[in-house]
């Protein structure tokens, strides 16, 4: 199975905040809902919008990536937020408490306050810590590198066995911190693949991740997953899409749609 490493590489991905304001585009109208009937080759299709995204953004390059625990918690705490806030929020979590066991075993409100910039600190403290907890209990030593000499499945459900971790936030540690071939799907890539017509509709967030990691070989997973992310940001936003500016746009039945509805 292929292995991925991106070490060493640094990026901010995206100019556009994920709750920043969307610039003018084309509204999304109550016929076309901005979703599709899966196309007919899906394959042939994502590895088309895997080269208009190459070509339009180059080849993706992430920050430095950090250590497996270090990615589960930046994770856990990016979850409903954007990553200044996460990496806010992950910064103070550390100066004041550079060790790991220290997070461990702090009074969980010292912790809730110190990523109080990250959001839901209420529910993520007490995640994280408890995460750490049964790290210590089944592991023995805190650390997750273990996980790299483990096959891809037996590490992933490793990391799906604590509270808060889905299968996004553990695909996140493994491609990016641990080089093993799996996809993580977050909003952007959700909504994007939905519109593309590379899923069906009704298709979950969780489910999609399986899905799909099979239209792509797995080298490719690294620049799919940070190009789609990027133009979710800066050009398919959810609400106004701004399809004129769209190299994926020849290839998009929602933009075939909302064209339709326009001339209705």
């Known amino acids: 199975m292929a292995q991925i490493s991106p070490a060493g590489l640094q990026i901010t991905i995206g100019t556009v905040a994920v709750d920043s304001p969307e610039p003018v585009g084309r509204k999304l109208g109550s016929k076309s809902r901005g979703y599709n009937r899966e196309v007919k080759s899906p394959k042939k299709r994502a590895l088309e919008v895997r080269s208009r995204l190459l070509e339009t953004y180059g080849q993706p390059v992430w920050r430095n990536p950090l250590p497996p625990l270090d990615e589960l918690v930046s994770t856990i705490l990016s979850q409903n937020t954007n990553d200044a806030n996460r990496d806010r929020a992950f910064k103070t979590l550390r100066e004041r408490f550079?060790?790991?066991?220290?997070?461990?075993?702090?009074?969980?409100?010292?912790?809730?306050?110190?990523?109080?910039?990250?959001?839901?600190?209420?529910?993520?403290?007490?995640?994280?810590?408890?995460?750490?907890q049964q790290i210590t209990e089944e592991h023995g030593d805190l650390n997750l590198d273990f996980l790299e000499n483990l096959p891809l499945e037996q590490a992933k459900d490793w990391?799906?066995?604590?509270?808060?971790?889905?299968?996004?936030?553990?695909?996140?540690?493994?491609?990016?911190?641990?080089?093993?071939?799996?996809?993580?799907?977050?909003?952007?890539?959700?909504?994007?693949?939905?519109?593309?017509?590379?899923?069906l509709e009704n298709i979950t967030a969780e489910q999609s991740h399986d899905h799909l990691a099979a239209l792509f070989d797995p080298a490719m997973y690294y620049d799919v997953h940070l190009n789609l992310i990027r133009h979710g940001r800066e050009i398919c936003h959810a609400?106004?899409?701004?399809?004129?500016?769209?190299?994926?746009?020849?290839?998009c039945p929602s933009n075939q749609a909302l064209s339709r509805e326009m001339h209705e």
Request: glycine letters at 8%; hydrophobic letters at 40%; a positive charge.
């Open 239 to 251: 609400r106004s899409p701004q399809c004129e500016r769209c190299p994926l746009s020849d290839l």
């Open 98 to 132: 550079p060790a790991w066991e220290e997070v461990r075993d702090a009074d969980p409100s010292d912790i809730i306050a110190a990523i109080r910039s990250a959001g839901l600190a209420n529910q993520k403290g007490p995640r994280i810590q408890r995460a750490l």
């Open 159 to 199: 990391l799906l066995r604590f509270k808060g971790v889905g299968p996004k936030t553990a695909a996140i540690v493994l491609l990016f911190s641990l080089g093993k071939p799996a996809f993580p799907v977050d909003t952007h890539i959700h909504r994007l693949t939905g519109r593309l017509g590379l899923r």
